[in-house]
């Protein structure tokens, strides 16, 4: 069976399949804005004490210029789980609150790989940059993300799904954005930064992900 994905812009739905070879969907976010996003719908709700995000991301835009949001899934009254590049180079992960930071290797015009994992019965948070995991930082331990918010990509909502700033905003190319409610272990994230199959994504699963795509972003679909 060839891959079916579903595609809203602007509220207009289009599918689209392959019958023999596989597709891969970019996303190509081309200026700063504080208008243009991509909403990723889940597969289930983001009520999780859990999770793995992986996504490969490309952005010319330097540390020291500007913070840049990479992932942000917001509820009415709070950033529920937001990952950041900030201005000073660092990564960080915020849920409902304060954030933790880690330094890794500057992204770039090439595609990185990028996870990032947290468990709230332990507290433990890393990112993982090509399959290489970072330190392991005490974050949060018995938190828990709340459902009824949306997940966007390219800004950052102030509050739901408005507020933007086109200084937050990302500028690059993301795809392969998946999500699983646990924790893959080092060896699985490793195997997925060198393309190997694993269980795909419980809460996004970029095969089959639904988008609604908002302002100035081009959906490129290619051959893989």
Known sequence: MGLLATLLIFGVSLSFASA???MRRSLVFPMETDNSYVELVPQKDL?????????????????????IILFAYRTLY????????????RYGLFMSGEGVFFHLPELNTFQTHLCLTWDSKSGMAAFHVDGKRSIRKVYKSGHKVQNGGKVILGQDPDSFLKDFDSKQSFVG???DVNMWDYVLSDAMIEAL??????PRGNIFDWETIELIVNGNVKVITEEL
């Open 20 to 22: 023999e070879r596989p």
């Open 47 to 67: 009520d999780m004490g859990a999770f793995t995000l992986c996504m490969r991301v490309a952005t010319e835009l330097a540390k020291g210029n500007r913070e």
């Open 78 to 89: 709070f950033d529920e789980l937001n990952m950041w590049r900030e201005a000073d180079g």
């Open 173 to 175: 190319e993301i795809t």
């Open 193 to 198: 930064h060198v393309g190997k199959r694993m």
